[in-house]
């Protein structure tokens, strides 16, 4: 795969940072509450960590609807006065556990994409990467899914989440299309949901509901699937 330049290096950076600060910035709408300094002390920061994964591990377990802060200190085995030292809320610290686990899946599924013709290379390491990291993380995203479904409020947040992605798919595609490889036609956007409703929709229901694991035959097909409906050459 082709290295990126200083440019293309900083415009990366930049086009993440600016993803990762509008899905912050949706997920703190919505738990309406300010964000938080994080913990100056050791101590803090270890008990705001066991917060966190013990709220994780709760949410997975019970799921956001019927999960409760009693569960989560029951799970942490913490006071609920720390808790609220914390996090003010059940909301916030879900809110807390989803921007974790979002930030660690865009840097997981994230390909260097420098433009030339090995695009195809590229689209089947983003779908091999975003169906593995699905894969090892379906309860969460499962979780996620269910939160979206019984709130209309964070139902907003999940769609920043999706609009995250789709928009790297998209300049994806728009450097394919100053490179002659695409038709300058062919509407970047519109394409990008399609392909990532294809993503999302194969890894929720193959994977999580039918508990299949990421095979070379099926990220070959989306692979094909994906450049054939670019009309890539």
């Not at 003010?88 to 865009?106: D, P, T, W």
Request: with cysteine; net charge positive; hydrophobic share 40%.
């Amino acid at each position: 795969m082709g290295q990126l330049t200083e440019s293309q290096t900083r415009r990366q950076t930049a086009n993440r940072e600016e993803d990762l600060n509008a899905f912050t910035d949706a997920v703190l709408r919505w738990t309406n509450v300010k964000a938080r300094a994080e913990p100056i002390y050791q101590r803090g920061k270890q008990t705001r960590e066991q917060l966190t994964a013990a709220a994780k591990t709760a949410f997975i377990r019970i799921g956001y609807i019927d999960c409760s802060v009693e569960d989560i200190l029951q799970e942490a085995n913490i006071s609920r006065g720390t808790f609220y030292a914390h996090f003010s809320s059940k909301k916030a610290i879900f809110g807390a556990v989803v921007i974790e686990h979002i930030k660690e899946r865009i840097s997981r599924t994230e390909v260097t994409d420098a433009g030339g013709a090995d695009y195809p290379d590229r689209v089947r390491l983003t779908i091999e990467r975003f169906l593995m990291n699905y894969s090892n993380t379906q309860d969460l995203s499962l979780v996620i899914e269910q939160a979206a479904n019984y709130d209309p409020e964070f139902r907003k947040v999940r769609m920043v989440i999706r609009d995250i992605f789709a928009r790297r798919i998209e300049r994806g595609i728009r450097r394919q299309q100053k490179a002659g490889r695409i038709s300058d036609g062919l509407d970047a956007r519109l394409h990008a949901l399609m392909i990532l409703s294809m993503l999302t929709n194969m890894a929720q229901v193959e994977i999580g509901w039918r508990g299949s694991r990421p095979s070379k035959q099926l990220i070959d097909s989306m692979t094909d699937f994906w450049c054939n409906g670019l009309d890539f050459s």
